[in-house]
């Protein structure tokens, strides 16, 4: 949880509801973020901008109070989604309806492997096995912590291993999908005018679809509402326009500055072992899924690219980024993250009863 903002003398009478020691910090902030994908993308870094600000923002949290507007990365998600939606056709729709049984396996896969983890990581980290099994089971940074409380488990240690585990996700998967190449020429959409009222319009629009998901509850609503909005409206008339680079890449910014505002010192500080843990479990498991996401794309008609994004155990919106920044088939790595969590909401509850049922920990 974020500490209470301090409150600070009012320096401009003439504005006194803005707290300018924290505007400041806020545009530092957003200035390093930028400066940091600026130069990843000079070097043609995957998800450069993502992860330039990843980066540099953490760096800077070592030694300077950083600070980001509250809503920042929901906007971000907004728009994100909101392009991304466009790609979607009635040939596209139809190919991620036919791949829904692969979708739900992989989901089903990826859930059992992380909770095989369970055991190794709460015997090398120290935790107490009902806590372990929210840590190992990738079912997000979101819903893992609402799932954990539910189980009296502490979600102190889940979020962090969570946050750890979608860090590395970011910095990792790309450079393989990179080497792998690109995806299914019929996923890439087609160049669009940008039209700046349409562009406003739709982006309102698309920011109400989030606040109805929202109001419902439902997990990730900044980038489902919009893009689900945006699938509808394209496959239907078209898409209304396109989107410019710089509002891609900046909101690109506010999602990697959101993650790396997060591994401030006393987060990091917190649990040496824990987070050692966390990094080892979780490249244990990219490696384990991605032989597993190897072979269903040997016995399927599915680019290796796609299924490799659909099964890493990473968000759904980081993930749905990385395929739009790479050129893979956005709409298939979504439906596969959409099945995940789906199945994480439904299921996870289910296999931490059976895990304790089955004798591996004594009941509390």
Same mark, same amino acid.
């Given at each position: ?63 300077? &109070?950083?600070? *980001?507007? !509250? /809503?920042? +990365? ?5 728009? @994100? #989604? ?126 109400? &679809?989030?606040? *109805?998901? !929202? /109001?419902? +509850? ?5 980038? @489902? #509402? ?139």
């Amino acid at each position: 949880m974020s500490a209470s903002p301090v409150r600070s003398p009012v320096t401009q009478p003439d504005l006194p509801g803005i707290r300018w020691p924290v505007l400041l910090r806020q545009a530092v902030t957003w200035v390093v973020a930028g400066i940091g994908g600026y130069l990843c993308s000079l070097i043609h870094l995957p998800l450069a901008w993502m992860i330039g600000a990843l980066a540099f923002s953490s760096v800077l949290s070592w030694g300077f &109070a950083v600070s *980001l507007p !509250a /809503r920042g +990365r929901a906007l971000a998600l907004v728009v @994100l #989604g909101t392009s991304f939606g466009t790609g979607m056709t009635p040939t596209v729709f139809l190919q991620v309806l036919q791949d829904l049984p692969v979708m739900a396996g992989c989901a089903l896969l990826t859930l059992t492997l992380g909770a095989a983890l369970t055991r190794p990581l709460a015997r090398f980290s120290g935790l107490e096995e009902r806590t372990a099994f929210f840590c190992a089971v990738p079912g997000g940074v979101t819903v893992m912590p609402i799932l954990a409380e539910a189980a009296q488990a502490d979600t102190r240690p889940v979020t962090l291993s969570q946050t750890v585990r979608m860090v590395l996700v970011v910095l990792t998967i790309p450079l393989g999908v990179t080497a792998l190449g690109g995806g299914d020429a019929v996923f890439l959409a087609t160049a669009t005018p940008v039209r700046p009222l349409a562009l406003v319009l739709f982006l309102i629009l698309a920011l109400g &679809a989030a606040l *109805l998901i !929202a /109001r419902a +509850r439902v997990s990730n609503p900044w980038i @489902l #509402g919009p893009l689900i909005f945006s699938m509808v409206v394209s496959a239907s008339v078209g898409p209304p326009t396109g989107f410019p680079h710089w509002l891609i890449n900046l909101a690109q910014v506010a999602m990697g500055a959101g993650l790396g505002v997060k591994l401030n010192r006393g987060f990091v500080m917190s649990s040496h072992r824990l987070l050692a843990v966390s990094a080892i479990s979780t490249l244990i498991l990219i490696a384990l899924l991605a032989s597993v996401a190897y072979a269903v794309a040997q016995l399927t008609d599915l680019d290796v690219p796609v299924v490799l994004l659909g099964m890493a155990p990473g968000g759904t919106p980081e993930m749905v980024v990385t395929a739009a920044a790479l050129g893979v088939a956005v709409p298939m790595v979504l439906g596969f993250h959409l099945v995940r969590m789906l199945a994480s909401n439904l299921l996870i509850g289910p296999m931490w009863r059976l895990y304790r049922a089955l004798g591996h920990v004594s009941p509390s």
